[in-house]
């Protein structure tokens, strides 16, 4: 939901209202529905909105291009994507009832009703149906533990006028983006990187480190560090807050961080534990499907998106939910292929619509669709991408968007609370820490069955990660110094990021045992890039994606109660196999051959290069950091004999990364 941007000069000098209206439609696609302004000067306390060319009329707001002279230097722009409350009385910037506080908001607080009814007994009054009048009360409530009680994904930024102080905030796991660009007394922010970089804001810089590792190793920029791939843009980290006052740095806080378990679960016995595990998921889904829009889901054929919309049948037949939003049958968006292969998961999926009676769409992502829409995905996603995936992504969204649909709901977040990237090594650590032999063997033995990978180096891999942390980053940094170097990065370029690379250790090295890994190095620095990716591609076709997995209710559950039932008997997620018996067909609950969102990449990128020879030609714009020719001979011998495909793509995405930007800035 919706588009968010704000610039402040703290000097006192006037903002450039042209600017602030380039930054503000550069991010239309996340609010075709409604524009709004609000122009302030905190010397002078006063605060006054206006209307864009798609304000709604009715709200009888002055035009921006009068307020011209007024002399502002602090200004929020505004797109909505309407969600709850379709009325003008959703409009943004919307200020409280005193007159004290704005705000910018993105995202949904699936709460609000419980949220307003406490509030109204507060002393609140309303004077709309949906969340953000929510926000703003709960606020001047309760200031920044408000946070505390959202259930939901959202980015939003307050002005307070009395304080003359600006307040961000993100939500806990980073659903919803944020950046923020801060160059002496001028701090800006927005939804979105391209509204903060261009002709119009910050001129196009890469970040040369961000660029180093992500040829060598496919890493990107830490979330936790607010990096990004653009010199002089931070990320506000997930779970983070900051303010913003006259002559005071602007500094991220963390507010919120999931506790590790304390040991007190294992005296519950597991049949209740999944109970309530499953109690949690389902109110999950039934609070995530408050809208006053169309509602979807996507559905991959795993056991994540199948268990939302077969979560979400069991709601429409045995608990009586009755929302006009779904119809009387829900409608499902997939991706599939005309060839056949691990990627094409059309038969689970079927099986999955026969369960339930849904509604199934199929998109069918091909090479010359990858081709033409390849410069304006690269657009929308703002940052270098590791694969093709996120266009299978980007494809569903484009076909829930014909057929309708405003909010998905979507399977993302699963893998990383229930372990289902196999940390196998990080579990056997653990056993194998904790002294239980037999456990040890048993898992490993079990884990070798159902990954089909041998126990002998299962084992081995538990062995180092039972090693204390130093050892484990000591072992890291070892490799990195004795590793190759590689043959297509420029010379130059390569050995000055490569000794900045040195010390610059990976979170994962950190993480001691399975629930410090999947928290600080899964949840907290892989799964936001993930977040990133679906948001870009359901906010370019203006489509909200919500994600049950991540309801804080249920994570936080699962770190205190469940550790233990995330790997089982050679299962991963097991606590959520268990919890879907008589939900989720036992084919699919039980699978144990799913892949992650894959494309049949090798072939795409073959034709791709075919079509797109100019790609690594000479003058390309990845030159700054690759051996041109050295890259072209690559790319032949990858042609000939095969190879790291996703290396191949890293540098295809880069150099129409480069050019998507150098065109913009």
């Known amino acids: ?185 001028t701090f800006a922010f927005a939804s979105e990187i391209k509204a903060l970089v261009g002709r119009h804001a910050l001129p196009f810089a890469p970040e040369p480190l961000a660029i180093y590792q992500f040829l060598v190793d496919g890493r990107l920029p830490d979330p936790q560090h607010g990096a990004t791939f653009f010199a002089g843009v931070r990320s506000l980290p997930p779970g983070h807050c900051m303010r913003i006052a006259e002559g005071s740095p602007a500094t991220p806080r963390r507010y919120y961080d999931v506790a590790l378990p304390d040991g007190r679960h294992r005296a519950q016995a597991p049949d209740a534990i999944i109970a309530a595990y499953r ?141 289902g990237y196999r940390p196998y090594a990080r579990y056997l650590g653990d056993l194998l820490r904790g002294g239980r032999g037999a456990t040890l063997l048993a898992e490993a033995v079990a884990l070798s069955v159902r990954s089909r990978q041998p126990a002998l180096p299962l084992l081995r891999n538990a062995l180092i990660f039972a090693l204390p942390t130093p050892a484990v980053e000591l072992a890291y940094v070892g490799r990195q110094f004795l590793r190759a170097r590689s043959t297509v990065l420029r010379p130059d370029f390569a050995d000055t990021y490569r000794r900045v690379d040195l010390v610059d250790i990976p979170s994962w090295c950190e993480q001691e045992t399975l629930d410090h890994h999947l928290r600080d190095a899964v949840m907290a620095s892989s799964l936001p890039h993930l977040l990133r990716y679906e948001d870009r591609n359901s906010m370019a076709f203006s489509i909200e994606a919500r994600v049950p997995f991540l309801d804080h209710r249920l994570v936080e559950f699962v770190f205190q109660c469940a550790p233990h039932l995330r790997i089982r008997q050679g299962w991963t997620k097991w606590v959520h196999r268990q919890a879907m018996e008589g939900l989720l067909p036992d084919a699919i609950a039980w699978r144990s051959d799913k892949v992650g969102f894959e494309t049949p990449e090798d072939a795409w990128q073959r034709d791709l290069l075919a079509m797109r020879p100019d790609l690594f030609a000479d003058g390309a714009a990845c030159g700054a950091y690759l051996d041109l020719p050295a890259v072209r001979g690559a790319v032949a011998q990858w042609r000939a004999e095969g190879g790291d495909t996703r290396q191949v793509w890293r540098w295809i995405s880069l150099e129409v990364w480069l050019r998507v930007w150098g065109d913009e800035g």
Not at 105 to 119: C, D, P, T, V
Not at 293 to 318: K, P, Y
Not at 327 to 354: D, M, P, W
Not at 398 to 405: I, K, T
Request: aromatic share 10%; glycine share 10%.
């Open 1 to 185: 939901m919706c588009g968010i941007y704000g610039i402040w000069h703290r000097d006192g000098r006037p903002v450039d209202l042209a600017a602030v209206q380039t930054a503000t439609s550069r991010l239309r696609h996340r609010g075709p529905d409604d524009e709004g302004y609000l122009l302030a000067s905190p010397e002078e306390g006063w605060c006054a909105p206006y209307a864009g060319a798609e304000t709604d009329p009715r709200l009888a707001l002055p035009p921006l291009d009068q307020a011209h002279g007024t002399g502002c230097s602090l200004a929020f722009g505004f797109r909505r994507l309407a969600i709850l409350d379709l009325s003008p009385a959703g409009h943004q910037p919307m200020v409280s009832a005193d007159g004290r506080f704005w705000i910018v908001f993105n995202g949904e607080i699936y709460n609000y009703i419980e949220l307003r009814e406490e509030l109204r007994r507060c002393g609140h009054v309303f004077h709309s149906d949906g969340d953000t009048e929510v926000i703003l009360a709960a606020y001047a409530q309760w200031g920044e533990s408000c946070l505390e009680r959202f259930n939901g994904i959202w980015a939003f930024a307050i002005w307070d006028r009395e304080r003359r102080e600006l307040f961000l905030a993100r939500d806990r796991f980073g659903v919803k983006p944020l950046y923020y660009v801060a160059t002496g007394q």
């Open 279 to 419: 109690d949690l998921f389902i109110d999950a889904v039934r609070l995530e499907l408050r809208s006053d829009v169309a509602v979807g889901t996507c559905l991959s054929g795993g056991i994540d998106s199948s268990s939302i919309v077969c979560a979400v049948n069991r709601l429409m037949s045995q608990d009586g939910l009755s929302a006009a939003q779904i119809g009387e049958r829900q409608k499902t968006f997939s991706a599939v292929y005309e060839s056949e292969g691990r990627y094409n998961e059309r038969r689970h999926i079927e099986r999955v619509l026969r369960a339930t009676a849904a509604d199934g769409h199929f998109v069918v992502p091909t090479v010359e669709r990858l081709l033409a829409d390849l410069e304006r995905l690269t657009w929308h996603q703002d940052e270098p991408f590791q694969s093709t995936s996120i266009f299978a992504q980007w494809c569903v969204m484009g076909l829930a968007r014909e057929r309708g649909v405003t909010v998905l709901l979507d399977g993302q977040g699963a893998d990383e609370l229930l372990a």
